[in-house]
Structure formats: structure tokens, C-alpha cells
């Protein structure tokens, strides 16, 4: 097996193992079903799409797996990269004690509707890579990098992170958490901060993007920002 491949399955299970951990610690129980169903529409999609970029397209593989605020070149990206985690941790969390003491209760329907709406944003995401092979992990451009203006990209500039925030707003509903959803705010508010720096250095560095912007003109949400 390619190194490549060995370093996405062993970064994969780490993550669903430390996942499991922050969801099962913080519930305080193993009987939790909708954190099992949860992990698997999460950890299912997500390796769904690591063996289809296996298969399809190793390179992209390799930019998807050098993640984290050290790997970011801007400094500002660095930044970003640790609210982002911070934020992150804070949508797994909160839902958790919520559901463990009760704050608020979540019908069985509205918990699959969750998982639903994560495998949908691991659908868009999907359909980026599939689309992007340049879609890396960090804000970069790399050689022979050309802009992509076909696929989901005819119509927002930046769809990758609608699939995550689809994905992050069925987060805390397949964990039964009403009051969780507010947990979106902050990590929104990164991504926007992300794309909008991200869109700097692509203005920068990428030849044609200053182009590709005048011809699609939103940046996440069609016809609309």
C-alpha cells in the first residue's frame, strides 16, 4: 500500500477514535444510539470519499491529508485553522451535554434528519473533489494549479464549505441537541473569515481568478453572498 494511503487510514481511524472518545466521555455512557449513528453517517462518508480519492485521484489525496494550523503557509490561515478546530470541538461537545442533561429533547425524526443533512455536506464535498483536484487541505497554490469554473464552482466560488456547513448544522440535530445548533455561529463565522482570506491569496498567486470572480459572483450562498 502507498505510503499516502497508509497515512489517510491511519489519520481516519485516529480521528474517529479521539471523536468517540470527546462524544462517549462527554456523554458519560455508551448507551447513546444517536452518537453510533452519527460516527457512522460521519466516519462512513469520510471514508467513502478517502478510497474513492485512492482510487481517482491519489494527488488530491495527498493535499487532503497535510491539515492543521503548523501545515498553513499565511499566518493568518494559522489562525483561522486553530479557531476553526477550537469551533469545531465546541459543535461536538455542546450537543453532547445537552443531550446528557436534558436541555433540550430532540425527536428520533429530527436526529436521522441530522445524520441526513452530514452525508448530504460529505455529497457536496464529494462532488468538489470530484470536480477540483487542486481542492487542498491548506490555502495554497501549488504548480500548474488552473482555476476550476465548472461542476459546483459555475455556481458559488467557494462550495466546499457549503457542504460543511450543511454537514455542521446536522451535527448537533443527529446528536439531540436543539441548543446546539447556536454552536454554528462561531465556526461560521471562521469559515466566512477562511474563504475571504482564501480568496486574497487565490486573487494573488492564481492566474485567472480576478476573472473567474467578475464571472461567478457569489462566493457561497447562490444568489445570494
Given at each position: 500500500m502507498k505510503r499516502v494511503n497508509v497515512k489517510a487510514f491511519i489519520g481516519s481511524f485516529t480521528l474517529l477514535v479521539i471523536t468517540a472518545a470527546v462524544l462517549f466521555g462527554s456523554a458519560w455512557t455508551l448507551d447513546y444510539w444517536q452518537a453510533w449513528v452519527f460516527l457512522i453517517a460521519f466516519f462512513g462518508s469520510a471514508f467513502a470519499i478517502t478510497i474513492y480519492l485512492m482510487k481517482m485521484d491519489p494527488a488530491l489525496l495527498e493535499r487532503r491529508i497535510t491539515v492543521g494550523p503548523t501545515d498553513e503557509k499565511e499566518t493568518s490561515q494559522k489562525i483561522i485553522q486553530s479557531l476553526a478546530q477550537a469551533s469545531f470541538l465546541l459543535v461536538i461537545i455542546f450537543p453532547v451535554l445537552d443531550h446528557?442533561?436534558?436541555?433540550?429533547?430532540?425527536?428520533?425524526?429530527?436526529?436521522?434528519?441530522?445524520?441526513?443533512?452530514?452525508?448530504?455536506?460529505?455529497?457536496?464535498?464529494?462532488?468538489?473533489?470530484?470536480?477540483?483536484?487542486?481542492?487542498?487541505?491548506?490555502?495554497?497554490?501549488?504548480?500548474?494549479?488552473?482555476v476550476i469554473a465548472t461542476g459546483p464552482y459555475a455556481w458559488v466560488r467557494h462550495p466546499m464549505y457549503i457542504g460543511a456547513l450543511i454537514l455542521l448544522i446536522g451535527t448537533p440535530l443527529a446528536l439531540g441537541s436543539w441548543w446546539g445548533v447556536l454552536t454554528i455561529i462561531p465556526i461560521t463565522a471562521v469559515i466566512i473569515w477562511r474563504l475571504l482570506d482564501e480568496e486574497r491569496v487565490l486573487a494573488r498567486d492564481l492566474s485567472g481568478y480576478l476573472e473567474y470572480k467578475r464571472q461567478v459572483r457569489c462566493r457561497l450562498v447562490p444568489f445570494v453572498w
Open positions: 446528557r442533561f436534558g436541555w433540550s429533547i430532540v425527536p428520533p425524526y429530527v436526529n436521522i434528519a441530522g445524520d441526513i443533512l452530514v452525508v448530504i455536506g460529505f455529497y457536496i464535498v464529494f462532488l468538489v473533489f470530484k470536480e477540483n483536484t487542486y481542492a487542498s487541505a491548506l490555502v495554497e497554490v501549488t504548480t500548474g494549479q488552473k
